[in-house]
């Protein structure tokens, strides 16, 4: 299979706790997105790289979130000293340099106990 | 902030035709929309995307008004696995990339 992928599926963790998350996006896409989805909305942008370089990032990602994309393939997502309100499915999109459409993979969903 | 807003539910009959609205009053002329669908406990995927003419492919239509104020998706002949949230999504430029604003998407059900 050559779409998104994201590891793992599911992460139950206790508040306090640090947990990281993995995106390995379509192969040769050099843009890739974070979002953040609550129950009944819709997903959120978080932050995004071209590359390895991290272009923007939302004010909804706290000190306590970190992004890197370190080799400009695979990238990370670690929330430290986790909270009940980070409870969520987080979300890793790509899409390559000419084209607009973002792929999307099926998500990490996080509950913080 | 969301730049669109869709009912939230509806209902449609296997086999007919499914329609949904979406109000995007505020977009810009070079801004895209875009709709996604979202079946439980996946990431979304991609359905289609207009900037101001009608637009078909195998999946989908895509109907834009003319003043591009709001848009309606269709499904032609619905079947049981449309049943998903649907999001019609504006698509905006800012630092270097296009970023998707969804809005909170409808729940539609397709019934047998």
């Known amino acids: 299979d050559t779409g998104v992928s994201q590891d793992p599926r599911h992460k139950i963790t206790k508040r306090g706790q640090n947990v990281t998350f993995r995106c390995d996006p379509i192969?040769?896409?050099?843009?890739l997105y974070w979002y953040r989805q609550t129950l009944g909305q819709g997903p959120e942008f978080l932050t995004y790289?071209?590359?390895?370089?991290?272009?923007?990032k939302s004010r909804l990602l706290s000190d306590r979130f970190s992004a890197e994309r370190p080799k400009g393939s695979f990238s990370t997502l670690e929330i430290q000293r986790t909270e009940q309100g980070d409870s969520a499915m987080y979300l890793c999109?790509?899409?390559?340099?000419?084209?607009?459409?973002?792929?999307f993979g099926p998500g990490t969903r996080l509950t913080v106990l | 902030d969301a730049k669109t807003t869709q009912p939230p539910s509806m209902d449609c009959a296997e086999g007919r035709a499914a329609n949904l609205p979406c109000n995007h009053s505020?977009?810009?002329?070079?801004?895209?929309v875009y709709w996604y669908r979202q079946i439980h406990s996946q990431g979304p995927q991609y359905i289609i995307h207009?900037?101001?003419n009608n637009e078909t492919n195998e999946m989908a239509s895509l109907i834009i008004t003319e003043d591009r104020k709001s848009s309606t998706l269709i499904l032609p002949h619905a079947t049981l696995r449309d049943t998903a949230v649907y999001y019609c999504?504006?698509?905006?430029?800012?630092?270097?990339?296009?970023?998707?604003?969804f809005g909170t998407g409808t729940r539609l059900k397709v019934l047998a």
């Open positions: 999109a790509s899409s390559p340099t000419v084209g607009n459409e973002q792929f």
């Open positions: 192969s040769e896409h050099n843009r």
């Open positions: 790289f071209q590359n390895e370089a991290q272009l923007e």
């Open positions: 505020t977009i810009s002329g070079n801004e895209y």
């Open positions: 207009g900037l101001k």
């Open positions: 999504i504006v698509r905006v430029y800012t630092s270097g990339t296009y970023k998707y604003i």
